[in-house]
């Protein structure tokens, strides 16, 4: 049971997803006709930020083991599962590492075969640690010592005849939502089309949400949190949603008051949008929303700035944080939970470009790092709040 402290206290049991682009008009009809809560997010909270260093009790740094069959490229997504990361990187491999970091396998099995993918679009790893790979028009499955268990192959055309090839997923129990991406998008007549598709077991479409106004759409993630599942828009948006077994609802509107990014801007070039933002000091763009026991927390944009807002669910004071000014780590924010911490990933590269002065190497040190390469495996960050 997920509880907000804002302006009227509401408790909703929710995973999150965060609205695309052109429902933010149909969301607040229905939030005045169905009272949901409203988080608001003034001038004067977000010019009072603070740091993460004021307000974290502890802190673990965890390097994840690098070896010649464990070398890793850019992160593209990564999942605690089991007592284990999961990582997707840029080479469309998944590294699997145990709680302390120790390489335990990858899953590199890309190709034509049968037992093959023909590429890693997406992942995702259930409670008995099968493992499931979005390719081209299929669904793969490996069991957890990433045995070829299955494929799925899939055939799913839209009420227009538009053929659906997602490119993001998530599985409930008898369902999969399907995200679209932006193949083809041009082509589309706007208003006829959808973002999301609820697809069955036997890969027919149940459901449909958020019709597309405009071929501006970015690429959008699920965001696995404890039991919840999230999923956000990468620009434009102020709403959050849940997920149910087969709907999306919406549940929860941030509020920017009068900095707030508006549907008419939304629509325009993607370029003239984000200068506006800069120029202007916007607010929006929400993503990485994630809860814990205690804490819920989401970035965005401010300006030309990177943003996280923290609640204290319990008492519901709220804490902002400019990620780009953060001590005693560089540049990152909540991407998932373990074991209720909030946890993230830092590259090597990262603590050598913004060590100026050596501001970092006290925490190198205490965590028995300081001998860290640029080349080296990523480093998990985990830690708690304290507010």
């Given at each position: 049971?997920?509880?907000?402290?804002?302006?009227?206290?509401?408790?909703?049991?929710?995973?999150?997803?965060?609205?695309?682009?052109?429902?933010?008009?149909?969301f607040?009809?229905?939030?005045?006709?169905?009272?949901?809560?409203?988080?608001?997010?003034?001038?004067?909270?977000?010019?009072?930020?603070?740091?993460?260093?004021?307000?974290?009790n502890?802190?673990e740094l965890?390097?994840?083991?690098?070896?010649?069959?464990?070398?890793?490229?850019?992160?593209?997504?990564?999942?605690?599962?089991?007592?284990?990361?999961?990582?997707?990187?840029?080479?469309?491999?998944?590294?699997?590492?145990?709680s302390?970091?120790?390489?335990?396998?990858?899953?590199?099995?890309?190709?034509r075969?049968?037992?093959?993918?023909?590429?890693?679009?997406d992942?995702?790893?259930d409670d008995?640690?099968?493992?499931?790979?979005?390719?081209?028009?299929?669904?793969?499955?490996?069991d957890?010592?990433?045995?070829?268990?299955g494929?799925?192959?899939?055939?799913i055309?839209?009420?227009?005849?538009?053929?659906?090839?997602?490119?993001?997923?998530f599985?409930?129990k008898?369902?999969?939502?399907?995200y679209?991406?932006?193949?083809?998008?041009?082509?589309?007549?706007?208003?006829?089309?959808?973002?999301?598709?609820?697809?069955?077991?036997?890969?027919?479409?149940?459901n449909?949400?958020?019709?597309l106004?405009?071929?501006?759409?970015?690429h959008?993630?699920?965001?696995?949190?404890?039991?919840?599942?999230?999923?956000?828009?990468?620009?434009?948006?102020?709403t959050?949603?849940?997920?149910?077994?087969?709907?999306?609802k919406?549940?929860?509107?941030?509020?920017?008051?009068?900095?707030?990014i508006?549907?008419k801007?939304?629509?325009?070039?993607?370029?003239?949008?984000?200068?506006?933002?800069?120029?202007?000091?916007?607010?929006?763009?929400?993503?990485?929303?994630f809860?814990?026991?205690?804490y819920?927390?989401?970035?965005?944009?401010?300006?030309?700035?990177?943003?996280?807002?923290?609640?204290?669910?319990?008492?519901?004071?709220?804490?902002?944080?400019?990620?780009?000014?953060t001590?005693?780590?560089p540049?990152?924010?909540?991407?998932?939970?373990?074991?209720?911490?909030?946890?993230?990933?830092?590259?090597?590269?990262?603590?050598?470009?913004?060590?100026?002065?050596?501001?970092?190497?006290?925490?190198?040190?205490?965590?028995?790092i300081?001998?860290?390469?640029?080349?080296?495996?990523?480093?998990?960050?985990?830690?708690n709040f304290n507010?």
């Amino acid at each position: 049971m997920l509880k907000f402290l804002i302006h009227r206290p509401v408790a909703v049991t929710m995973v999150f997803v965060v609205f695309i682009i052109s429902a933010s008009c149909q969301f607040k009809q229905e939030m005045n006709d169905k009272q949901l809560g409203k988080i608001i997010i003034s001038e004067d909270l977000i010019n009072n930020e603070t740091d993460y260093s004021n307000i974290i009790n502890s802190i673990e740094l965890i390097p994840l083991e690098t070896s010649e069959n464990s070398i890793m490229s850019d992160i593209w997504k990564i999942e605690y599962r089991n007592d284990k990361y999961y990582l997707h990187d840029h080479n469309q491999v998944l590294y699997i590492f145990d709680s302390k970091g120790n390489f335990i396998a990858k899953l590199d099995k890309r190709g034509r075969g049968p037992k093959e993918y023909l590429e890693m679009r997406d992942f995702s790893v259930d409670d008995d640690g099968l493992i499931t790979i979005l390719s081209y028009k299929a669904f793969l499955t490996y069991d957890s010592t990433l045995e070829f268990i299955g494929k799925r192959k899939f055939n799913i055309t839209s009420r227009t005849g538009r053929d659906l090839n997602p490119i993001r997923f998530f599985q409930t129990k008898n369902h999969t939502f399907i995200y679209m991406g932006s193949f083809g998008l041009h082509l589309i007549e706007p208003g006829k089309e959808s973002t999301i598709y609820c697809i069955n077991r036997n890969d027919d479409i149940i459901n449909e949400f958020f019709p597309l106004t405009s071929v501006l759409t970015g690429h959008q993630s699920f965001y696995r949190s404890g039991n919840a599942t999230y999923y956000s828009h990468s620009y434009g948006n102020d709403t959050i949603y849940s997920v149910s077994e087969n709907d999306i609802k919406p549940a929860l509107f941030v509020d920017f008051l009068n900095k707030r990014i508006t549907e008419k801007e939304m629509m325009g070039d993607r370029a003239v949008l984000f200068d506006k933002i800069w120029k202007n000091d916007y607010k929006g763009l929400i993503l990485n929303p994630f809860e814990n026991e205690t804490y819920i927390s989401f970035s965005f944009a401010s300006g030309r700035n990177r943003k996280l807002a923290i609640q204290n669910k319990k008492s519901g004071e709220f804490k902002i944080i400019n990620i780009g000014k953060t001590k005693p780590f560089p540049m990152i924010y909540p991407e998932g939970i373990c074991n209720n911490s909030f946890f993230s990933h830092i590259q090597p590269l990262m603590f050598s470009m913004y060590n100026k002065d050596g501001i970092y190497d006290d925490i190198l040190k205490k965590h028995n790092i300081s001998n860290i390469d640029i080349s080296d495996n990523p480093i998990i960050v985990k830690f708690n709040f304290n507010f």
